[in-house]
């Protein structure tokens, strides 16, 4: 059974399979793992051939010659298969040039090693020709090195081993057959080759690994034929988790069951204002903490929400356990949902709520009142308090329909103004208005695009401006300064100034039962810089009055959705 | 009256079933040829007989080395069709539509054809396996953009004038002539070398009347050739000097004694039946009859050589 003509077929049958199979990788090599896979092959061809020349030939000469070369293809096959296994199966961040040259680096040695074996006695200590029921075989005892690169071998072995275990067990039939016959061709000649170095083997200096390949070849061969290995491989699925979880508007962080943070995906990043490789295997309490703990609010709808100072955001948070297939809890993963619309649209609710039930309720009281007094004795009411009530629910009126118009423009499209015309329109309409009054503006820089909601903004900022200002030519002076990305526009008036109480309302963002203010034009102003991205700040004018300054960012007029929708549909 | 009727109806039918008897077996002969053509069989077959050439001059004894380049050249050619489908139907649309339906079937024909050459060749010894593999190299930088990505000064070898020619001419050239000896364990001699430039030059006719057909194709992919470069007048000329080429080193190989008369002479009818052959380029606008035309020179001097050989 054991002669070399019988042994020569079987490994020249091996190397068949093994040409024939890394053909096959060879023209899926655009596919994940083909080339590492053909790398295997390569690797077990020139092992097998090698040994095939090593058997045939009779001399000692010639045997050391083939069994020195074929090192070449016993070390590749290691470094290859772990480099398949992480492209199968999609961590393919790991192949790259700097680690495939670390992870060569014991191979190359071994390679030269096996070069230069007759001049040292790391490889073998000795080498002889026996004789095995009329066979001859090379007898060489192993040097230290050996135990080295085998030790190597069967670490990268288990190392790429392990990701596909998780295809086994994986509900995917095709994964589980690709998986399955690529470990039974791989375990094949490890088995074998341990057994030769255990000495299990019978007979003398002959390793059975070669012959073993052709099982390889054969459940490789099967991986690719029946399971369409190349043709559908998890690496997809793994990156499109990857990129799922990266591209989620949600935050999210994931911590293990020690409160160690082990993932985290870019919203989440942001919503810390921290850099991935910083906070891996930090506490997650103290990268939770860079979220102002002061402002956290722990009754927004009875859900747990935390306040960003770095992205001036308040984010709902879920928790969601994370367990192992024993029920075990391994992690949990929280997802931070921004809610800061949600909040914004709840606090205009309740401004509008408390309008609706305070200050017309008020006015139409007082209607009533004088119009019940007048109906009583023309001398004790006063006609005066009737109109002026009226004028002042109609003004409320007219307020409430501004506001409504911009938040039904913050539900279009963004449509860009230049800010100079813009301004220049606001200004015009406000001296047509008001002839006492004046409006200075000084010269706007060309070229500026801001939301166009700011025109309903600035008219508003300008008209309380005058109407709050009791001297007889009100004047507001309206200043632009541009900024790399945003534009700031100061109003700076001569009147009473806006109270403090006021401005403290209108800055929180939200009234109360006990603290609310006096009308809706602040509202509106800070309504419609938020919906322009932007923000309201108040600062004492000297000698008096009160500057205004709103900031929105600048637009660029030619991003608008049409665009935007093109380059979508780009390939 | 109505009897000689009736016969004369019944030879009618029988004549009109005997047509379509003709006609189903001449379209199943047709059938059966375009596989043979379109799968690489017969290149295949071509390979075979220049190797069974090669060893009648070089007077090897029997050994795999036939039936090795012959599956080795099924492998190469099946997956160069493969590689290529999508040019050769601008030139062959039936070619690149039975490539197209069989690919699946034969890719794997093809990797499972040059691994039984591989096992053949392995038991032959190291030499014998290395000349195996040498077109597999070839298929492998011929037919993909190897260094893709790397650097671009390395692009495909197949577009580049004369060298994409040659490298074919080479790789068969070398494999058709130092197979048989690599089987045989014979040495390399002055004769072997004269087989070796014979073969090259016999293989780069080949190739360039192939690629007539092709030219459309190779201009749209950019790749130079004689055909694309110098047109159908202009490769007839280049041929006709690669004739007389081979003419010349038959010629000098029999004055030096390198080559025997009995050997040389099949080889000049060979190389006369080519010289008239493509003096049709240009002239016969059957392309793929002139190729055939152009391929069976070696089943002439095949045949040419057992004659001379047995009357010998």
Known sequence: ?571 | MAKEEYRSGEIEQTSKQHGRVIATVWRALCRAWRVFQYSSVYVAVLATTEVGVAMLVLEVPPNPAPPVVGLVTFAVYANDRITDVETDALTDRRKAAFVRRFERFLYPLAAGAYGLAVTIAALGGPLSLALTLLPGLFWVFYAANWFDGVTEAFYRLKEQFLLNTAMIAVAWAVTITFLPIAFAGGGVTLTTMTVFTYFFLRVFVLAEVGNIPDREGDEVIGVDTIPVLYGLDGTRRALYLVNLLTIGLLSVAVAGDHLRIVHTAPLLVGAGYSFVVIGLIGRWQNLSGLSQLVESEHFVTYVLLWVVLLLA
């Open chain 1, 1 to 571: 059974m054991w002669d070399i003509d019988t042994l020569s077929v079987v490994y020249a049958v091996t190397l068949g399979v093994g040409v024939s199979a890394a053909l096959i990788a060879w023209r899926e090599r655009d596919e994940p793992g083909a080339i590492p896979l053909l790398g295997m092959f390569v690797g077990q061809c020139i092992w097998v051939a090698f040994s095939l020349f090593d058997l045939q030939l009779a001399t000692f000469e010639g045997k050391i010659l083939w069994s020195e070369l074929l090192w070449i293809g016993v070390v590749s096959i290691p470094v290859s298969w772990l480099l398949f296994s992480l492209e199968y199966t999609g961590r393919d961040q790991y192949v790259r040039p700097r680690y495939v040259l670390v992870l060569s680096v014991i191979p190359a040695v071994t390679i030269a090693l096996a070069l230069t074996s007759r001049a040292h006695d790391l490889l073998y200590t000795t080498s002889e020709l026996v004789v095995y029921q009329g066979q001859t075989f090379l007898n060489r005892s192993i040097g230290p090195w050996v135990w080295v690169v085998m030790g190597y071998t069967y670490l990268l072995g288990v190392l790429g081993t392990i990701p596909l275990l998780d295809f086994i067990r994986c509900e995917s039939t095709m994964f589980r057959g690709q998986s399955g016959a690529i470990l039974l061709g791989t375990l094949a000649p490890w088995v074998s080759n341990a057994l030769f170095l255990g000495g299990v083997i019978s007979i003398p200096a002959f390793d059975p690994t070669p012959i073993a390949f052709s099982v390889s070849g054969v459940a490789y061969l099967g991986a690719v034929t029946q399971f369409q290995l190349f043709s559908t491989t998890p690496s997809a699925g793994q990156h499109a988790r990857r990129l799922f979880i990266d591209q989620l508007q949600e935050g999210v962080v994931v911590v293990d069951d020690h409160g160690f943070v082990v993932d985290m995906n870019d919203s989440a990043r942001v919503v810390f204002g921290v850099e991935e490789e910083r906070v891996l295997g930090e506490q997650a309490r103290t990268v939770f903490r860079r979220c102002d703990s002061a402002q956290r609010h722990e009754s927004q709808g009875g859900r747990e929400t935390v306040y960003s100072p770095h992205t001036d955001t308040l984010y709902d948070i879920t928790r969601t356990e994370i367990t192992d297939s024993h029920d075990r809890t391994v992690g949990t993963i929280f997802s931070f949902h921004d809610i800061g619309d949600h909040v914004r649209n709840q606090q205009r609710h309740e401004v509008l709520n408390r309008l609706f039930r305070h200050n017309i309720r008020t006015d139409t009281n007082l209607i009533v009142s004088h119009a019940e007094l007048l109906e009583a004795d023309d001398e004790t009411g006063d006609p005066g308090k009737i109109k002026r009530g009226a004028y002042h629910i109609e003004e409320t009126a007219a307020k409430a329909r501004a506001i409504l118009d911009v938040f039904e423009q913050s539900r279009e499209q963004t449509a860009a103004s230049e800010l100079s015309t813009l301004l220049a329109g606001c200004v015009d309409l406000i001296a047509e208005r008001y002839p006492s009054a004046t409006v200075e503006s000084e010269p706007v820089p060309a070229g500026v695009y801001v939301d166009g909601i700011l025109e309903t903004v600035f008219t508003n900022v300008l008209d309380n401006a005058i109407v709050h200002n009791d001297g007889p030519n009100p004047c507001v002076e309206v200043t632009v300064e541009e900024y790399a990305e945003t534009v700031t526009v100061e109003f700076a008036d001569d009147g009473p100034g806006i109270d403090e109480y006021e401005q403290s309302v209108i800055e929180r963002g939200t009234e109360t039962a006990l603290q609310h203010s006096s009308g809706l034009g602040l509202w509106l102003i800070k309504w419609g810089a938020e919906i322009a991205d932007g923000d309201v700040t108040f600062q004492a004018n000297e000698p008096s009055g009160t500057i205004l300054a709103i900031t929105v960012p600048k637009i660029d007029p030619g991003a608008d959705a049409e665009g935007d929708l093109d380059q979508l549909l780009e390939p």
